[in-house]
């Protein structure tokens, strides 16, 4: 679930023991130790903004929430770009007042949510409020009570305040829950993470802390001393090499990628702002598809840009 914090869900009834552990999975690990019913009915993946999306529409198809233009089923993007717009923070734009969504004065947002197009900034507002308000967090904790039996949460450290605060619903309502994380990989700041409270929620709700002190990443002597040093803050020294039969390059620039060698691919070249820019990563992921069978990075950037909405449109320059 996305870059990814990730949930598992069933609607079996409820259990009682919690734990926490720190290394996260995905779902190609879960069908390969448990096999491709873990992930079909009742079971569920998904990203927290989808869950979140899930939970609006409860409210909504409940009448419990009224949507501008009455809409119940709501197309959500990433961002606004994907019909063309670039609006700034919208956090101020969306209020609650009587059961009602109420959008502010500009005309054209207006006109896109009453056609039910929004993004997850736009739900994330809405929910923030409607947990505010004693009804709608009963009926979202209810829900949560009702439809959950069992709750997995990836990255935990990446969760924001929202994230959090859903998690400490489905505790309170004695649903199993597990969060996996490592404070190390906490990379959303820039986006409200709030790391430092984890900590409280775990020692709030009495998790079991599991310590993972073994990784798949790093298997030489020489990997794990690296990640040892890294995470005791010892200063490290790496040797230089030859790049021949190196599987996977990094660098801290794009640029640096592009001028390491011919036999280094990079799978972008930076985020895309105009529409050559855009034009130029499709070309690329056709590549990176033929050699590495991998989308190149910012691949959605570069179709909102352009106005793609199609995901399946990449695809067919093979045909």
């Not at 919690?18 to 995905?26: D, I």
């Not at 969060?179 to 709030?204: C, M, N």
């Not at 599991?210 to 490290?236: D, G, M």
């Not at 972008?268 to 992921?285: D, I, K, R």
Request: glycine fraction near 6%; hydrophobic fraction near 40%; include cysteine.
């Amino acid at each position: 679930m996305s870059r990814s914090r990730a949930l598992s869900r069933s609607t079996w009834p409820n259990a009682q023991r919690r734990h926490t552990a720190s290394e996260p999975g995905n779902a190609g690990a879960l069908n390969t130790r448990w096999g491709r019913t873990a992930l079909t009915w009742p079971h569920r993946v998904a990203t927290i903004d989808a869950y979140l999306h899930d939970l609006l529409g409860y409210l909504l198809r409940h009448g419990l929430l009224t949507w501008p233009g009455g809409c119940v089923e709501l197309t959500v993007a990433d961002s606004w770009k994907a019909w063309g717009y670039t609006y700034p923070d919208t956090s101020s734009w969306l209020s609650i007042i009587d059961g009602e969504v109420v959008p502010c004065d500009i005309t054209t947002y207006r006109d896109h949510l009453e056609q039910g197009k929004c993004t997850h900034a736009e739900i994330r507002t809405v929910l923030n409020q409607a947990l505010e308000n004693h009804a709608l967090a009963d009926a979202i904790s209810t829900h949560i009570k009702t439809s959950i039996r069992a709750l997995i949460v990836d990255e935990i450290f990446d969760a924001n305040e929202l994230d959090l605060r859903l998690v400490s619903m489905a505790c309170e309502q004695d649903i199993k829950t597990t969060i996996i994380g490592d404070p190390w990989q906490a990379l959303y700041a820039f986006r409200g993470a709030t790391p430092e409270l984890v900590h409280k929620l775990v020692s709030r709700y009495g998790f079991i802390s599991c310590p993972l002190s073994e990784s798949f990443r790093f298997r030489s002597p020489e990997t794990i001393l690296l990640a040892e040093c890294l995470r005791a803050r010892k200063p490290v020294e790496l040797s230089a090499g030859e790049g021949e039969k190196v599987d996977v390059a990094l660098a801290w620039k794009w640029q640096s990628l592009w001028s390491a060698g011919t036999e280094i691919l990079p799978l972008s070249f930076g985020p895309p702002h105009t529409a050559a820019e855009s034009a130029v990563a499709l070309l690329l992921n056709q590549l990176t598809q033929v050699e590495f069978g991998l989308s190149s990075t910012f691949l959605n950037d570069a179709l909102r840009n352009l106005g793609i909405l199609d995901p399946a449109a990449p695809q067919r320059l093979f045909e």
